[in-house]
């Protein structure tokens, strides 16, 4: 396996691969959530499971708990989103399906000062938290060691989520953002025939789809300006993600039904209709799957499946095992490493090797990765 060193910005982007609560809260109001018993300190154990794994890093004085002003550290300035370097230029809120709709808006990442002259290749974020919260601000993290590095630019959009309207509005509005990209690939200096998506769990379900999906007319939507433009991606990067709805364990009201607006335990043929695996061909890109291999959300299996279905038709695809790992949150930094190794493979046609060894989770994070709940 090639190894590289990993730069501090990827070790922060490995320790941020969930995003199941969003950074956008008032001061004050998330901590009073994680104080449980009142103290006015927050312990490792009543932080959520989700976050466990970034306690070292917001417990600054290192004295075993969070205190208020350590809290309020960690949170982004600007009301949700992570602090942005002077190196990168931001447009945010860019409206690409032609609405006032905030949650069909997305934030691109451009760096100031690129490596290259030549148009760059482009990363887009899809966010997870069950289809139904989350948004755009908490993906800098995962674009931003590719941005800041000067070789890419990168995305983070916003899609409605299911309280606002059911399926398939949501892979119409990921569809309708790439279309966008794409048609104003020229204006941002963008290369159009280099985009690749990445998401987590939610987020990994919908980037999966729009890699298989591509030139599927039921699931293109004519959201914006821009319908008759591709909204094929270059690869894809899927981190947890549900890729056969007919194989997870469904309820009446649970997530997946909530999504699809039907009940999936009695309508497997809608279910079937919204998962990445119906859609395999060989004209799909190339996959590359991270997965724990104890997600106690998100079975193991669903990345299972759908890698082994692409590789049968002959599409690269490559899956590598978090071994004991659970529902993001890995805390290593080279799960980031193997993503950048698949982007500068694929965007880049650098002459790397993206290997399938798997993963090993850090002792210390085991078990708190494996509790984490939510998608």
Same mark, same amino acid.
């Given at each position: 396996m090639?190894?590289?060193?990993?730069?501090?910005?990827?070790?922060?982007?490995?320790?941020?691969?969930?995003?199941?609560?969003?950074?956008?809260?008032q001061?004050?109001?998330?901590?009073?959530?994680?104080?449980?018993?009142?103290?006015?300190k927050?312990?490792?154990?009543?932080?959520?499971?989700?976050?466990?794994?970034?306690?070292?890093?917001?417990?600054?004085?290192?004295?075993?708990?969070?205190?208020?002003?350590?809290?309020?550290?960690?949170?982004?300035?600007?009301?949700?989103?992570?602090?942005?370097?002077?190196?990168?230029r931001?447009?945010?809120?860019?409206?690409?399906?032609?609405?006032?709709?905030?949650?069909?808006?997305?934030d691109?990442?451009?760096?100031?000062?690129?490596?290259?002259d030549?148009?760059?290749?482009?990363v887009?974020?899809?966010?997870?938290?069950?289809?139904?919260?989350?948004?755009? *601000?908490? @993906?800098?993290?995962? #674009? =931003?060691? +590719?941005?800041? !590095? &000067?070789?890419? %630019?990168?995305?983070?959009?916003?899609?409605?989520?299911?309280?606002?309207?059911?399926?398939?509005?949501?892979?119409?509005?990921?569809?309708?953002?790439?279309?966008?990209?794409?048609a104003?690939?020229?204006?941002?200096?963008?290369?159009?025939?280099?985009?690749?998506?990445?998401?987590? *769990?939610? @987020?990994?379900?919908? #980037? =999966?789809? +729009?890699?298989? !999906? &591509?030139?599927? %007319?039921?699931?293109?939507?004519?959201?914006?300006?821009?319908?008759?433009?591709?909204?094929?991606?270059?690869?894809?990067v899927?981190?947890?993600?549900?890729?056969?709805?007919?194989?997870?364990?469904?309820?009446?009201?649970g997530?997946?039904?909530?999504?699809?607006?039907v009940?999936v335990?009695?309508?497997k043929?809608?279910?079937?209709?919204?998962?990445?695996?119906?859609?395999?061909?060989?004209?799909?890109?190339?996959?590359?799957?991270?997965?724990?291999?104890?997600?106690p959300?998100v079975?193991?299996?669903?990345?299972?499946?759908?890698?082994?279905?692409?590789?049968?038709?002959?599409?690269?695809?490559?899956?590598?095992?978090?071994?004991?790992?659970?529902?993001?949150?890995?805390?290593?930094?080279?799960?980031?490493?193997?993503?950048?190794?698949?982007?500068?493979?694929?965007?880049?046609?650098?002459?790397?090797?993206?290997s399938?060894?798997?993963?090993a989770?850090?002792?210390?994070?085991a078990?708190?990765?494996?509790?984490?709940?939510?998608q």
């Amino acid at each position: 396996m090639l190894r590289q060193r990993v730069p501090a910005a990827l070790v922060v982007f490995g320790l941020s691969l969930l995003g199941v609560e969003a950074f956008g809260q008032q001061p004050g109001e998330r901590f009073r959530r994680w104080d449980a018993n009142g103290d006015g300190k927050v312990s490792r154990e009543e932080i959520p499971p989700w976050f466990r794994g970034q306690f070292d890093e917001i417990d600054a004085n290192k004295d075993g708990a969070i205190s208020p002003d350590e809290e309020q550290k960690f949170r982004p300035a600007g009301g949700g989103q992570r602090r942005v370097p002077d190196s990168v230029r931001v447009e945010r809120d860019l409206a690409y399906a032609a609405s006032d709709n905030p949650k069909q808006k997305l934030d691109l990442y451009l760096p100031k000062t690129p490596t290259s002259d030549k148009p760059l290749p482009l990363v887009v974020f899809v966010h997870g938290g069950a289809w139904r919260t989350g948004d755009k *601000s908490t @993906g800098y993290y995962m #674009v =931003a060691p +590719l941005v800041e !590095s &000067g070789d890419y %630019a990168g995305a983070c959009i916003s899609y409605r989520l299911s309280g606002e309207a059911t399926w398939p509005a949501q892979i119409f509005d990921c569809k309708a953002a790439i279309r966008f990209l794409r048609a104003n690939a020229d204006k941002f200096h963008l290369d159009p025939d280099r985009i690749g998506v990445m998401g987590n *769990s939610a @987020g990994g379900h919908l #980037v =999966a789809l +729009l890699g298989t !999906s &591509g030139g599927v %007319a039921e699931l293109e939507g004519t959201l914006g300006e821009n319908s008759s433009v591709s909204s094929r991606v270059t690869c894809v990067v899927d981190q947890f993600g549900d890729t056969d709805f007919t194989l997870r364990p469904g309820a009446p009201d649970g997530p997946v039904s909530k999504l699809l607006g039907v009940d999936v335990t009695k309508d497997k043929a809608a279910a079937l209709a919204a998962s990445p695996i119906k859609y395999v061909s060989k004209t799909c890109p190339p996959f590359l799957f991270i997965h724990g291999t104890e997600d106690p959300a998100v079975q193991f299996k669903q990345s299972e499946v759908l890698d082994a279905a692409l590789r049968a038709v002959g599409v690269d695809s490559t899956l590598v095992p978090v071994k004991g790992g659970g529902h993001g949150n890995f805390g290593t930094p080279e799960v980031p490493q193997r993503v950048r190794q698949f982007f500068d493979k694929h965007l880049r046609g650098q002459e790397v090797v993206v290997s399938a060894e798997p993963i090993a989770m850090p002792s210390n994070n085991a078990s708190n990765s494996k509790k984490a709940p939510g998608q």
